[in-house]
């Protein structure tokens, strides 16, 4: 310790912490000898310290009278630690940790122990990944509570955590999870240099890690996954993925993501094979239907109007009659509209988002149509777009801007434009790698036993298979 | 492999049968010619810069055939070189627009894709459509002459991209034929459409990785093909 006496050590840390109200330093007498614990009250256990550390100190002050250095005989603490310099001292206590030291005769003795009391909600359901059947359990903002959950689920000794601090001024706790024997060694390798690696001034969420390991210049589709939910989370670590937990973040970042991962729940595993496939393909479709219904629809009205029956053309062309602009300009309207009233719905307070949603998307609309500004048959196909989006909300973003760009395709070179649209978008995702997995596996490279868990769910065959990545 | 090899004969066959019985008969059988002379070359040899001249015919015909078939019959009133000009940069981007050291593994990597939704597009046609009426001669001299060309551009390209023996190839050259077949007796214009739409630019992709990496001359690209082929 570069810090010779008790005073100076105050003087030290007061200088350090200076106009930081919630800093305390309290000193006390136990026999004739000085003790002073610094801690701050906030993010401490201030019963743990009266109790288990200031207490001890008071009813064994006879040891201090032959006291060398040795803590841990008078501290009821599981945890003791020697800092070797002044700036472990600062870390730890804003980490929560108690610095006790001690002088006696003329020697300063200095500890550390840790007394952090966990800050923020206790266990509830996700707001995100919500499912009717199987567990409710979601990660809060507390590292630690994250860790216990998914111990609590992995009761295995191959379940491994390591901790690292990033951030300059955050000094943010990130813990690497990983089963020890079926994640792949090189990409919990490639993501603990990474994380070591990363220059950063603050991290506050998960999200900002996932910025910092993924490196490509277009991040279009997301290499990392991410969930609240903690089965959802325990599946992937036993499937071999690694999971990224972040102090101060409810959500858990998993890699390597594939494709196959943004149509799949963790509810499908808890269903009927039949059922879950069903849905399976029900979100695949809706996928289809979000990225392209409004480009299509703009096509056929437009361009082919001889492949949709005689009959709804026409009353597609009664319902257009009064229509003051063409159809592309009416469908990029509507969609800009709803993107709107979706921000709106996000952004507000949840009580007056969710009535804005509702009122402003019925009214609107109904005005819309009212005022010769949108056709019914435009409303409902955007809306169906929309509300598909949010059937695969990992390409929630994505899907509204690739739809922008379907929709601009189709206008200008009708389906020859979609499909070489299509055909970019695809060799795009069969070109993206996320932690040396294919995107695309396992359609591309084929994988027939990866097929087993892609649109068909086949929990019977693939429970507890790690996965061929 | 298969899905590779499926897909690029495909779509070569794919063209082809837009046209006449006839062109469609001699593609087959030049491609049958082509596939084993082209391994038997490979064998032995690791050069095919002397073919180069070869695969920029035939890509600039296909390019041409292909998009006269589209204006004709599917796409009015664009511009014939924003067509041009917005499939080169479908082409460009698959055959170079990647971070790998070839641009091969990711377009095989496409390839699968494209297979499974040329078989839904196929299943369709077969579902929606009606008894094709396809002529047994074609008046067109250009047809016969793409028949001729694009056979040999086409096992070039597949023999670079996954060398291997013509056996070997046969259960995806039997599924090309297949599918081929299938829009070629079965028609539902609007699906045949989308699906030459869909498989063209691979073809054209695939000569041009072949052409791109022919002409920037890398021997350790060409060794490691030649290896490949030779095992």
Not at chain 1, 74 to 98: A, F, H, M
Not at chain 1, 258 to 264: C, K, L, T
Not at chain 2, 187 to 200: G, T
Request: a neutral charge.
């Amino acid at each position: 310790m570069d810090v010779a006496t008790l005073t100076e050590l105050e003087n030290k840390v007061t200088q350090i912490f200076a106009n930081c109200d919630d800093f305390l330093i309290r000193k006390i007498n136990a026999g004739n000898t000085a003790v002073m614990f610094c801690f701050f009250k906030g993010i401490t256990q201030r019963d743990y310290i009266s109790e288990k550390l200031i207490k001890p100190f008071l009813v064994h002050a006879d040891m201090l009278n032959s006291f060398s250095g040795n803590f841990e005989t008078i501290l009821q603490s599981s945890t003791v630690k020697y800092p070797p310099d002044i700036n472990e001292v600062v870390d730890g206590i804003l980490r929560g940790e108690v610095l006790i030291a001690v002088e006696k005769d003329g020697t300063l003795y200095t500890v550390m122990t840790n007394c952090q009391v966990s800050v923020g909600r206790s266990i509830d359901e996700p707001t995100s990944d919500i499912t009717v059947k199987g567990p409710k359990a979601g990660f809060i903002e507390d590292a630690e509570t994250n860790m216990a959950q998914l111990r609590r689920y992995i009761k295995n000794s191959s379940l491994k955590f390591e901790s690292v601090n990033i951030g300059n001024l955050t000094d943010t706790k990130v813990v690497i999870a990983y089963m020890e024997g079926r994640a792949n060694p090189n990409v919990i390798e490639n993501i603990k240099t990474k994380i070591k690696n990363a220059d950063a001034t603050a991290i506050v969420d998960s999200a900002n890690i996932n910025t910092l390991i993924d490196k490509r210049k277009f991040p279009f589709f997301p290499i990392m996954g991410s969930s609240e939910k903690v089965d959802k989370v325990a599946s992937k670590i036993l499937a071999g993925r690694v999971a990224i937990i972040v102090d101060g973040s409810p959500f858990v970042l998993t890699a390597p993501y594939v494709f196959a991962e943004s149509i799949q729940s963790s509810e499908d595993y808890y269903r009927s094979t039949f059922y879950a496939t069903f849905i399976r393909c029900l979100r695949f479709t809706a996928l289809m239907v979000a990225l392209y219904l409004p480009g299509l629809l703009v096509t056929l009205i437009t361009s082919y109007n001889e492949l949709i029956p005689q009959s709804l053309y026409e009353s597609i062309q009664k319902m257009r009659a009064d229509m003051p602009y063409s159809m592309f300009w009416e469908v990029v309207f509507v969609l800009i509209m709803f993107e709107m009233l979706r921000e709106v719905g996000v952004r507000m307070p949840r009580s007056v988002g969710d009535a804005i949603g509702i009122v402003g998307s019925l009214i609107l609309g109904d005005a819309a149509i009212s005022a010769g500004l949108a056709s019914p048959i435009v409303i409902v196909a955007i809306a169906l777009a929309a509300v598909c989006a949010f059937i695969v909300p990992v390409y929630m973003y994505s899907t509204v801007l690739l739809r922008i760009l379907f929709l601009f395709l189709g206008f200008k070179l009708g389906f020859y434009g979609i499909i070489l649209g299509t055909l970019m978008l695809l060799f795009l995702l069969c070109r993206t790698d996320s932690f040396g997995s294919s995107y695309m596996t396992p359609l591309a490279p084929f994988d027939k036993t990866g097929l087993e868990d892609f649109l068909i769910a086949s929990p019977k065959k693939t429970l507890g298979r790690k996965e061929q990545l | 492999m298969y899905f590779l090899c499926t897909t690029v004969l495909t779509a070569s066959f794919l063209i082809k049968s837009e046209f006449t019985a006839v062109t469609f008969a001699v593609e087959v059988l030049y491609t049958v010619a082509y596939l084993t002379l082209f391994s038997v070359y490979f064998r032995k040899n690791k050069d095919i810069r002397v073919f180069v001249p070869l695969l920029l015919l035939s890509f600039a015909l296909h390019i041409v055939f292909f998009l006269k078939e589209l204006q004709k019959n599917y796409i009015k009133g664009v511009n014939i070189w924003i067509l041009v000009g917005l499939l080169l940069i479908v082409c460009i981007y698959i055959a170079f627009g990647t971070s790998s050291r070839t641009g091969m593994t990711a377009f095989k990597h496409l390839c699968s894709p494209v297979f499974f939704a040329l078989l839904f597009l196929a299943f369709i046609n077969v579902i929606a459509g009606k008894p094709a009426d396809n002529p047994v001669v074609g008046k067109s001299v250009e047809q016969y002459f793409l028949s001729i060309i694009s056979p040999p551009s086409t096992a070039l390209s597949l023999l670079y991209l996954r060398p291997s023996r013509f056996y070997k190839l046969f259960p995806a050259f039997m599924s090309a034929l297949s599918i081929a077949v299938f829009f070629f007796l079965i028609d539902s214009p609007f699906f045949r459409a989308i699906a030459l739409n869909f498989i063209a630019p691979v073809l054209i992709s695939a000569e041009l990785i072949a052409i791109k990496e022919t002409i920037l001359w890398r021997k350790d690209l060409l060794d490691e093909n030649a290896n490949q082929n030779q095992s």
